[in-house]
């Protein structure tokens, strides 16, 4: 069964700082893999999807991730942190096929201090 | 192009009343997702549609929640009775087709059940 791991629920930068938010997932087969932003009272944006193409893919506001099959990961980084970034972060692992469904992490609540 | 709609943003109830959540997908977009968001915890599916059938209703408690799409277009999402528990966000999210596909989330209604 598919499962994602966020480690640490709570992640706090100052502005300008390296953002990094880990993923780790488990898949019995070659994943889609994809990180969502969600800002206070909003729906999920998609940040950037890995479908098997380019090991770093790069998403939108400077983010991007890098697939690492040998670690099961797909950790989230920026190299500068801003105000606005402040929000929580999903990473999401789908099997793709006739359902194509997402399962999630239980998120990671990023706080940016000036 | 429009989002993703849903209606009420906010919905607060007692327990056992009954309650209904409509979403508008993309236009064009032929696979409807409902997701229930526990605060704390990451959005998890309870149905899926492809046009107006049920591809996956696999985690949707059918003894009180019901879910149709009539036409293809729009879904609403039902919950009677309501429990405690029911609290949550509801997302909906629509994609052109599964496989591969990025979903989009609509803002969802923020359920209080009393």
């Known amino acids: 069964a598919q499962s994602v791991t966020q480690l640490g629920s709570h992640v706090s930068v100052s502005e300008g700082a390296l953002v990094l938010l880990r993923c780790n997932y488990s898949?019995?087969?070659?994943?889609?893999l994809f990180w969502y932003v969600q800002y206070p009272n909003q729906g999920l944006q998609l940040l950037l999807k890995y479908t098997s193409a380019a090991t770093l893919v790069k998403g939108i506001n400077g983010f991007e991730a890098e697939f690492k099959k040998s670690e099961t990961s797909f950790h989230l980084t920026k190299p500068s942190a801003h105000m606005s970034d402040a929000a929580e972060y999903f990473c999401?692992?789908?099997?793709?096929?006739?359902?194509?469904?997402?399962?999630f992490g239980t998120g990671t609540l990023l706080a940016v201090q000036p | 192009e429009a989002g993703v709609a849903q209606s009420p943003r906010y919905k607060i109830i007692e327990k056992r009343q009954s309650v209904a959540f409509w979403c508008n997908p993309i236009?064009?977009?032929?696979?409807l997702y409902w997701y229930q968001q526990i605060l704390g915890q990451g959005p998890k599916l309870l149905i899926q549609?492809?046009?107006?059938?049920?591809?996956?209703d696999s985690q949707l408690p059918k003894d009180r929640f019901s879910a149709e799409r009539l036409k293809g277009v729009d879904s609403t999402l039902k919950i009677q009775p309501a429990k405690l528990e029911d609290s949550a966000v509801y997302l909906c999210a629509s994609s052109l087709e599964p496989s591969g596909n990025i979903q989009y989330f609509g803002a969802g209604t923020r359920l209080s059940v009393l």
């Open positions: 999401a692992v789908s099997e793709g096929g006739a359902t194509n469904k997402l399962i």
């Open positions: 898949s019995s087969v070659p994943p889609y």
């Open positions: 549609f492809q046009n107006n059938g049920v591809v996956d």
């Open positions: 236009s064009g977009h032929a696979t």
